[in-house]
């Protein structure tokens, strides 16, 4: 049975999981009807941070047009441009064992592509979670649902792993932004 968080919750996942190393992040979400007529193209996006939650060079944003960190300890699988269906919309892949150790934190996030032309926001977004999963025996180890807590916001952090006296844990963090994916690179030191 995963771990259900709220908005905040910080939970370990090393220590009472040992020797799990490699996880499956998943991103999910549901469109609500609308009447904007565009199609919303939701991408997920992960950040390797460094002291001061930055990147350390822009190879440490992984998303779309990188779809994985050159020490293969971050790997998008893909962009999923319609959203539909059951399950996670986009997955990252994750081995905690092979993370630089320069890196404190990897923050996930979820963007909608071209957001102020057509007009969209999260608040047109329903149903929106992330889930930690063992990749080894793909048990759900751990869940945070977002809620309907976002209106006029183009970009959502939704959680993040970071290290802790030498484990691994994930705080859920749901803060939204407006400006989209541009917002969040700057906010986290990416050369756009």
């Given at each position: 049975?995963?771990?259900?968080?709220?908005?905040?919750?910080?939970?370990?996942?090393?220590?009472?999981?040992?020797?799990?190393?490699?996880?499956?992040?998943?991103?999910?979400?549901?469109?609500?009807?609308?009447?904007?007529?565009?199609?919303?193209?939701?991408?997920t996006?992960?950040?390797?941070?460094?002291?001061?939650?930055?990147?350390?060079?822009?190879?440490?944003?992984?998303?779309?047009?990188?779809?994985?960190?050159?020490s293969?300890?971050?790997?998008?699988?893909?962009?999923?441009?319609?959203?539909?269906?059951?399950?996670?919309d986009?997955?990252?892949?994750?081995?905690?064992?092979?993370?630089?150790?320069?890196?404190?934190?990897?923050?996930?996030?979820?963007t909608?592509?071209?957001?102020?032309n057509?007009?969209?926001?999260?608040?047109?977004?329903?149903?929106?979670?992330?889930?930690?999963?063992?990749?080894?025996n793909?048990?759900?180890?751990?869940?945070?649902?977002?809620?309907?807590?976002?209106?006029?916001?183009?970009?959502?952090?939704?959680?993040?792993?970071?290290r802790?006296?030498?484990?691994?844990?994930?705080?859920?963090?749901?803060?939204?932004?407006?400006?989209?994916?541009?917002?969040?690179?700057?906010?986290?030191?990416?050369?756009?």
């Amino acid at each position: 049975m995963p771990i259900s968080l709220t908005k905040g919750q910080k939970v370990d996942l090393t220590k009472t999981n040992p020797g799990i190393s490699k996880l499956i992040v998943g991103l999910g979400w549901d469109v609500n009807k609308y009447d904007g007529g565009e199609s919303f193209d939701l991408d997920t996006s992960a950040f390797l941070l460094g002291t001061g939650d930055k990147v350390t060079s822009d190879a440490d944003f992984i998303f779309y047009s990188n779809l994985e960190h050159p020490s293969g300890s971050v790997k998008h699988l893909g962009d999923n441009r319609t959203g539909e269906g059951d399950g996670d919309d986009e997955q990252i892949m994750v081995d905690l064992s092979a993370v630089p150790e320069n890196i404190q934190k990897i923050a996930f996030s979820a963007t909608i592509y071209d957001a102020e032309n057509r007009r969209q926001n999260f608040g047109q977004v329903s149903n929106a979670y992330i889930r930690i999963i063992d990749d080894t025996n793909h048990v759900e180890l751990v869940r945070y649902d977002l809620g309907e807590d976002f209106s006029i916001e183009t970009a959502v952090v939704a959680g993040e792993i970071y290290r802790h006296n030498g484990e691994w844990k994930f705080n859920a963090v749901g803060a939204g932004f407006q400006g989209g994916l541009e917002a969040l690179c700057r906010n986290y030191g990416v050369n756009v």
